[in-house]
């Protein structure tokens, strides 16, 4: 498992802007900092090497034709 | 008669009609015993008396509904018989598209949104002459995990059960309205157990079929790569045969899949002797403790099946029910942000506080995260279909938990979060949830039966014994 990654409540106001959220007050980037927060932890837990996966369908790795 | 007399006698009677099941109906009006006009009065009524209670139904089309019950009984009178579902109502949670309709997915930003085609699983119930009653509630474009959603414009459905509890989701109206008998059949979606668990916590049939078997043209997305529409009823029987209207490849949908539709309905008496059973146990007692009931009635169902001749087999997955989860999250809200970002960016103070959080809780997620979870996926589903393929069937838990009450959010997001059903969204198996007993508080408890891919014959048959064995589908909540 990787080591937790962090964020800053200056990283989350970049990409509140950059996704171009509209009246994105004190109160929002808050909430938005806690939750994201709460997310690295559990993004830590994805596997650090995931195996090489070279099948061209692998993103709908579910059964089609 | 006085009134209460009257209440009474009109309640038993429409009772008998509306706990029909869809093969006893199908009967009675193939024979013209029954007339469709009478079996959609019915339903309507008890919609017109019970919807306010359990808020099962967001619109009802009791005017249309009524008109096309009077053309089905014009066509059976007239010798014009389309099949099983002539003449049976239906409901459709709120998310699928209905042409003249309000399609409202439960939020503001759709509250009059009226649709000027219909979702193609829609369009196949209607071609079988099938009637729609009207949309079923739901969480907020279908999405959550357990949160109570009380900002929407509609409050939440209520469990048939006993009102004060869960009434799961997120096709929770789908799942109140079939156990109600303000339905005979609802069509739900399920990205990590939407069908499923409102199903489980009615003690109803929801089946996720195989990703692919049936059309999500015309369904609102909550995750492409997820999403599953699938059928709540009050038996296997009934599913067999909404599952043989609605399978089938749809030019609207590229990822739906060009096979044979099997009469699903055919084989559902043959029993389960010899057939190879794995369990997985995991779910329930390593990666969630599960509550003892709960518990005694998975190993109970997991008895029966023994004793009706099935081979018992222990297998695993190397994946806890939190890797799946955590899967669905991240492939699901990036999914889910694609979707809806213009009414995020532009109207996110219309959305309910859950569907908001969502996105603004996963800001984060970066293109490298999606991708590796896809990867991660894609071994997990490996894995998984080892596992499934070495047997006919697969049982294993959905919700661990007995149902809690609906205002303790968090009761009610364990009982979602730690439930096994995302497993089968991650890997694309069919997944049913079934009925195995009552606990303590009078509320149903379930377990899963899932199977090989493009297997929902085996599925289906293997619940339908477990279910004749069992009569647990007889019982009936006490709604008055």
New interface residues.
């Given amino acids: 498992m990787d080591e937790p990654r962090t964020i800053t409540r200056d990283e989350i106001a970049a990409l509140v802007r950059r996704l171009g959220i509209e009246n994105a007050d004190d109160a929002l980037l808050a909430r938005a900092l806690e939750l994201n927060s709460a997310l690295m932890g559990q993004l830590a837990r994805l596997p650090k090497n995931v195996g090489k996966d070279v099948e061209p369908a692998h993103v709908f790795s579910v059964p089609l034709r | 008669m006085n009134d209460a007399t009257a209440l009474a006698t009109a309640t038993a009677a429409d009772d008998v009609l509306a706990y029909l099941s869809i093969a006893e109906a199908g009967r009675l009006i193939a024979t013209k015993k029954l007339s469709p006009v009478e079996l959609v009065d019915a339903h309507l009524e008890r919609i017109a008396r019970l919807n306010d209670r359990f808020l099962g139904y967001i619109t009802v089309i009791a005017d249309e509904a009524r008109a096309q019950a009077r053309t089905a009984e014009a066509e059976i009178m007239g010798g014009r018989q389309r099949g099983p579902l002539h003449g049976i109502p239906y409901g459709l949670k709120d998310n699928y598209y209905t042409k003249g309709v309000r399609t409202t997915a439960a939020s503001r930003l759709l509250w009059n949104w009226v649709p000027d085609i219909d979702a193609t699983l829609h369009s196949r119930l209607q071609a079988a002459g099938a009637i729609l009653l009207g949309k079923h509630n739901t969480w907020e474009y279908g999405t959550g995990l357990g949160e109570p959603q009380t900002d929407l414009p509609v409050p939440p459905a209520r469990n048939a059960w006993n009102a004060d509890y869960f009434a799961g989701g997120s096709s929770s109206g789908t799942g109140v309205s079939v156990a109600a008998g303000l339905a005979m059949l609802g069509l739900g979606s399920d990205t990590g157990g939407s069908v499923r668990v409102p199903a489980a916590v009615h003690g109803l049939f929801g089946l996720k079929p195989?990703?692919?078997l049936l059309s999500r043209a015309g369904i609102l997305p909550n995750s492409f790569?997820l999403d599953a529409p699938g059928p709540i009823t009050r038996s296997v029987h009934d599913t067999a045969v909404a599952l043989e209207a609605m399978a089938g490849a749809d030019v609207n949908d590229p990822?739906s899949?060009?096979r044979p539709v099997p009469r699903y309905s055919a084989d559902l008496d043959g029993g389960v002797n010899g057939f190879r059973i794995g369990v997985i146990r995991r779910f329930h007692t390593r990666d969630v403790s599960g509550d003892a009931e709960v518990v005694e009635a998975i190993e109970a169902a997991i008895e029966v099946l023994r004793g009706l001749g099935a081979e018992i087999v222990e297998i695993d997955v190397p994946y806890s029910t939190?890797?799946y989860r955590?899967v669905t999250?991240?492939i699901g809200n990036s999914e889910s942000l694609a979707i809806h970002?213009q009414d995020?960016?532009?109207r996110?103070?219309e959305m309910g506080k859950v569907l908001r959080?969502k996105f603004?809780?996963?800001?984060?997620?970066s293109a490298l995260?999606y991708?590796?979870?896809?990867?991660?996926?894609?071994?997990m589903?490996l894995a998984t279909d080892a596992a499934v393929a070495q047997c006919d069937a697969v049982v294993c838990a959905g919700p661990c938990f007995k149902v809690p009450l609906a205002d303790e959010p968090e009761a009610t997001s364990a009982y979602m979060i730690g439930s096994g059903t995302c497993v089968f969204n991650v890997?694309?198996h069919p997944a049913a949830s079934i009925c195995t007993g009552f606990d303590t508080n009078g509320l149903p408890m379930s377990v899963q039966i899932a199977g090989k891919?493009?297997d929902e014959a085996m599925v289906l048959r293997v619940a339908a014994a477990y279910e004749r064995a069992t009569g647990w589908r007889e019982r009936r909540p006490r709604l008055a």
């Fill in positions: 195989t990703y692919g790569s990822t899949v060009e939190q890797d955590l999250r991240v970002e995020f960016r532009e996110g103070a959080e603004m809780g996963s800001l984060a997620i995260d991708v590796k979870a896809t990867r991660w996926r894609r071994e589903t890997s694309g891919y493009w």
